[in-house]
């Protein structure tokens, strides 16, 4: 229970006067701050579930546990390389259009059907940019013998009248 009420006021001073100044600045100025950046930020940094250090302890205890089975190690392992290789490489950029085109030319003769990964590969291209193109030269076989892969369209194959011509002249 309350008997008496009292109130307080400081003193009106210039050391009071200075520090209320202060601290309403203070709490005027905002907590965060927008700043202009001169360039694109490219580096997108995400959370990542599989550290090299868990992956090893894993390996482990895993390894300390009477049943050892040396497939599922080997698994985690490749999958850890994969992942750093991934990591490595980083995103793929498109290039120039006719420079694909040079390069798929170019595995075609070598080969009649490529699967859309070795493509991937040949080309380090993103996989939907390269089946757009892929879809303006070549046929996909989605059954038969060669199930999956592409093949050059009939008009591109300068392969074939190679041959052909090498036929005639003997």
């Not at 307080?8 to 001073?13: D, E, I, N, W």
């Not at 046929?139 to 009939?154: A, D, I, M």
Request: with cysteine; charged share 30%; net charge positive.
């Amino acid at each position: 229970m309350v008997v008496q009420r009292a109130e307080c006021r400081p003193a009106v001073q210039e050391s009071y006067v200075k520090l209320k100044k202060l601290q309403i600045e203070e709490s005027t100025k905002p907590l965060r701050l927008s700043q202009r950046l001169e360039k694109a930020v490219t580096t997108n940094y995400k959370p990542v579930s599989n550290h090299s250090y868990n992956v090893s302890v894993y390996l482990c205890t895993y390894l300390s546990a009477p049943t050892q089975t040396h497939g599922i190690i080997r698994v985690l392992c490749v999958q850890v390389e994969y992942e750093k290789k991934k990591k490595e490489e980083g995103k793929r950029a498109r290039a120039d259009k006719e420079k694909v085109l040079e390069m798929l030319f170019s595995a075609f003769e070598k080969h009649q059907y490529y699967n859309i990964k070795n493509l991937v590969e040949i080309t380090k291209q993103p996989v939907t940019y390269l089946k757009e193109i892929l879809r303006e030269i070549g046929v996909y076989n989605s059954r038969g013998p060669h199930k999956s892969t592409w093949e050059l369209k009939p008009e591109y194959r300068h392969y074939q009248e190679g041959e052909e011509d090498e036929g005639n002249m003997d």
